[in-house]
């Protein structure tokens, strides 16, 4: 079974100017989360997918960040445009079920985006 | 706001020491405890707490969690250099229709041979 895979591994653009982050959950995974990890913060919750809807999107930091789930497959996050404090690495997780365990939640290795 | 603190932030130690690492919560509606190693990349699953008092083991692993004092432990005895990772405690508490995970900032563990 292929697991969760995110791209790019790794970006690095310039201040003010758009990247976009792509996830592909396990197949059969209606359930997609994105996080990302800060410079020396720990890891926070953006949104959530359950297939194409946003569950909860508490987490989003600005409207520069825009996530969408297009047909309840892959997603993207784009952020747009991207300031230097957008820095860190952005992880994607997927789960079957939405009252998870923790041994269901799949995480990517994650999409490292530096801004200069 | 829900909140996970780990500590120490990170320790270096020798092959063959034995390793507490410490989470502690604050949770509304907490319905369990993860903790996942991250080496390079993706954090990988390690053990899922629900009930206080009941330690989990793998291996040179064990967790125990203590609902009372809100927090948990991971152990690691025997240390080897394969143990060194960020080692994360997440906490699944409910957010309205679904459940919400929360992460501590993480452990660093260096094994030293």
């Known amino acids: 079974e292929a697991g969760v895979t995110q791209f790019p591994s790794h970006s690095v653009i310039e201040k003010g100017q758009t990247v976009t982050l792509r996830c592909d959950p396990i197949s059969g995974h209606d359930n997609l989360y994105w996080y990302r990890r800060v410079m020396g913060k720990e890891i926070k919750f953006l949104l959530h997918f359950v297939k194409e809807s946003k569950q909860d999107e508490s987490g989003m930091p600005n409207n520069r960040f825009l996530a969408e789930r297009t047909g309840g497959t892959y997603s993207t996050l784009k952020v747009q445009p991207a300031e230097l404090e957008d820095s860190g690495v952005y992880f994607c997780?997927?789960?079957?079920?939405?009252?998870?365990?923790?041994?269901?939640?799949?995480f990517g290795e994650g999409s490292w985006l530096t801004v200069v | 706001e829900d909140k996970v603190v780990q500590s120490p932030l990170s320790l270096v130690v020798h092959e063959g020491d034995t390793v507490t690492l410490n989470c502690s919560y604050e949770?509304?509606?907490?319905?369990?405890l993860l903790w996942y190693k991250q080496e390079k990349k993706a954090p990988t699953f390690l053990f899922m707490l629900t009930s206080s008092g009941i330690e989990k083991k793998s291996g040179r692993l064990s967790s125990i969690l203590d609902k009372k004092e809100l927090s948990s432990i991971l152990n690691i005895t025997a240390t080897q250099t394969g143990d060194s990772a960020i080692y994360l405690c997440?906490?699944?508490?409910?957010?309205?229709?679904?459940?919400?995970?929360?992460f501590g900032g993480g452990t660093r563990l260096m094994v030293k041979p």
């Open positions: 997440a906490v699944v508490g409910r957010a309205g229709a679904g459940n919400m995970l929360t």
């Open positions: 997780a997927s789960s079957r079920r939405t009252d998870f365990s923790g041994n269901t939640i799949y």
């Open positions: 949770v509304t509606n907490f319905r369990s």
